[in-house]
């Protein structure tokens, strides 16, 4: 493994252990030149995901791009990065066990969106409006009112 800071290859792994509920295992490492310490996490590599598009294209499953979603329907509210990982760590899990090589995007936006739900209602909001894409008021206020009803 390469060292970050300083990029020469001598790398000792001094800790390790199982990481996001046994998903994968984080390292400790320590340069051999430099003395730094660095953390890596090793994932299983398993078959890749195809997440079928509403215009019916398909693209590879990408963890980036649920990411990205929630973090932007989380811009300044009171939801930790931890918090972002979690939920995104939680969808994965879900999708990779419902052991289907294709899956549809209405599939993954529902299960980040129920997430959302009990996390953050206003980032629920937001996220609903972009991914059920909203063309005027009333459905942003009909979606408003699903969420004050509970």
Known sequence: M???F???ENTRVIDSRPAEENNSIRRRRICDV???R???YEKIDSIPLIIIKKDENREAYDRAKIEAGVLRACHKRPV????VSRLVEEVETELFNMEERELSSQIVGELV???L???DAVAYVRFASVYREFKDINTFMDELKKVLDK
């Open 34 to 36: 430099c003395g730094k």
């Open 117 to 119: 739900k009990d996390m």
């Open 2 to 4: 390469k060292c970050p």
């Open 38 to 40: 660095f953390t890596t």
């Open 6 to 8: 300083c990029g020469h």
């Open 113 to 115: 969106m129920n997430k």
């Open 80 to 83: 930790s990065t931890s918090q």
